[in-house]
């Protein structure tokens, strides 16, 4: 079955700090893995794509297909980063998202 | 504004009641995708649209759900007979078809439901 787990609901970490969201998947064939943001009162918004290998606001995600892994990472954390995030795959070819149920990320002054 | 947009925002409604809502996506895209979400959790796919043609429906999208999108553009998502646990936010997200690659989805603000 396809599934994406997140097995924070809620990461705490001071400013400055690294963090690092954790995301794995299980999934038969080759997904697309996501990340997607919800800042407060907003709508949710695409962070990053693995099949893209960039940094967007200083945030990284390396694909792991050994462990089945897609964890969200930043070296130094700001208060700006406080929000929800969430991780998805793709596997079909309709291109419609498997969500996890989300890490809410508090970075706090 | 040029993102996708949701009406309405929100709707409270009694249990028994149908109701519709309406998703504009962005206008080239020609895929357009409808999720719920609940409390604690992440989206979940309902029904999914290329041009006007409905390709895929979940599970979850029992026989009084149905969904349109006449003519390749706007969509309405339309439940009949409301039950308390249909109360969630509905999502609406569009995305561009390039042949050969899976595209970003650009999500619509939401229509919150309350089922009294």
């Known amino acids: 079955a396809q599934r994406v787990t997140q097995p924070e609901k809620l990461l705490s970490v001071f400013k400055g700090a690294p963090v690092e969201l954790k995301c794995n998947y299980s999934y038969s064939g080759s997904p697309e893995l996501f990340w997607y943001v919800q800042y407060s009162r907003q709508r949710l918004q695409l962070l990053l794509r693995h099949i893209s290998r960039e940094s967007i606001k200083g945030f990284t995600a390396d694909l792991n297909k050994g462990e089945t892994s897609f964890h969200l990472k930043k070296p130094f954390a700001q208060e700006e980063d406080s929000a929800m995030y969430y991780c998805?795959?793709?596997?079909?070819?309709?291109?419609?998202?498997?969500f996890g149920k989300g890490t809410k990320l508090s970075v706090k002054p | 504004d040029t993102g996708v947009s949701q009406d309405p925002r929100h709707k409270i409604t009694k249990r028994g009641q149908n109701v519709t809502f309406r998703c504009d996506p962005i206008s080239e895209h020609n895929r357009l995708y409808w999720y719920r979400q609940t409390l604690g959790q992440g989206p979940e796919f309902l029904t999914y649209?290329?041009?006007?043609?409905?390709?895929?429906k979940s599970r979850l999208l029992s026989d009084r759900f149905s969904a349109e999108r006449p003519k390749g553009s706007f969509s309405t998502l339309e439940i009949q007979r409301t039950e308390q646990g249909d109360s969630a936010m509905y999502l609406c997200?569009?995305?561009?078809?390039?042949?050969?690659?899976?595209?970003?989805?650009?999500f619509g603000p939401g229509t919150r439901l309350t089922v009294l």
């Open positions: 997200a569009s995305s561009p078809r390039l042949a050969g690659r899976i595209n970003t989805q650009y």
């Open positions: 649209f290329q041009n006007e043609a409905q390709l895929e």
């Open positions: 998805a795959l793709s596997g079909g070819s309709q291109g419609n998202l498997i």
